[in-house]
T-cell receptor, first 109, second 112 residues
Framework: TQLLEQSPQFLSIQEGENLTVYCNSS?????LQWYRQEPGEGPVLLVT?????EVKKLKRLTFQFGDARKDSSLHITAAQPGDTGLYLC?????????FGSGTKLNVKP | EAQVTQNPRYLITVTGKKLTVTCSQNMNHEYMSWYRQDPGLGLRQIYYSMNVEVTDKGDVPEGYKVSRKEKRNFPLILESPSPNQTSLYFC???????????FGPGTRLTVT
């Protein structure tokens, strides 16, 4: 069962543009995480959000957890080619993890 | 260096031949987990372990076994592999309270 839906699945943009990736669910999660994965490697954790309405910033990346703890968004400002990769959201409940299917981002120079 | 290691990184085997994929972490993490990643499906949790001798099923446990006899090791066992278990497998670990997972480099398994 896919509890987390990510959109869009693919995103190809020019360097300098802004973008937002969404992660939605009908389930409430105790925490939500965002990972980035490069080809041939394991996912790397970017951020964990635990409180409804929480906003966290990591340089040009802004993460938001929905008030009801069912959804999250990742906003990238002025994207750079180094941001290219697969972005995954993951929700956790009762010691289990559920991942979205990912958003493949390509930032063209 | 803090890391999660997996072996082997690549494995091609035949249907029914038992295999084990090893996973080891050097961060003294309590929580360890196995995932499989398939195109369009993201990562799906196979099994997880809260600590030594404590394991539980994830979303897709059928056809897999695990054991946690030592805190640092969490092997994944396929007793009788089938072609539908062809996938990219990741092991991950984290501290119990944070659940901020560190992933291994992955094992690409092909079952013919």
């Amino acid at each position: 069962t896919q509890l987390l839906e990510q959109s869009p699945q693919f995103l190809s943009i020019q360097e300098g543009e802004n973008l937002t990736v969404y992660c939605n669910s009908s389930s409430v999660f105790s925490s939500l995480q965002w990972y980035r994965q490069e080809p041939g490697e394991g996912p790397v954790l970017l951020v964990t959000v635990v409180t409804g309405g929480e906003v966290k910033k990591l340089k040009r990346l802004t993460f938001q957890f929905g008030d009801a703890r069912k959804d999250s968004s990742l906003h990238i400002t002025a994207a750079q080619p180094g941001d290219t990769g697969l972005y995954l959201c993951a929700g956790s409940n009762f010691n289990k993890f559920y991942f979205g299917s990912g958003t493949k981002l390509n930032v063209k120079p | 260096e803090a890391q999660v290691t997996q072996n082997p990184r690549y494995l091609i085997t035949v249907t029914g031949k038992k295999l084990t994929v090893t996973c080891s972490q050097n961060m003294n993490h309590e929580y360890m987990s196995w995932y499989r990643q398939d195109p369009g499906l993201g990562l799906r949790q196979i099994y997880y372990s809260m600590n030594v001798e404590v394991t539980d099923k994830g979303d897709v446990p059928e056809g897999y076994k695990v054991s946690r006899k030592e805190k640092r090791n969490f092997p994944l066992i396929l007793e009788s592999p089938s072609p539908n278990q062809t996938s990219l497998y990741f092991c991950a670990s984290s501290l119990f309270l944070t659940y901020e997972q560190y992933f291994g480099p992955g094992t690409r398994l092909t079952v013919t």
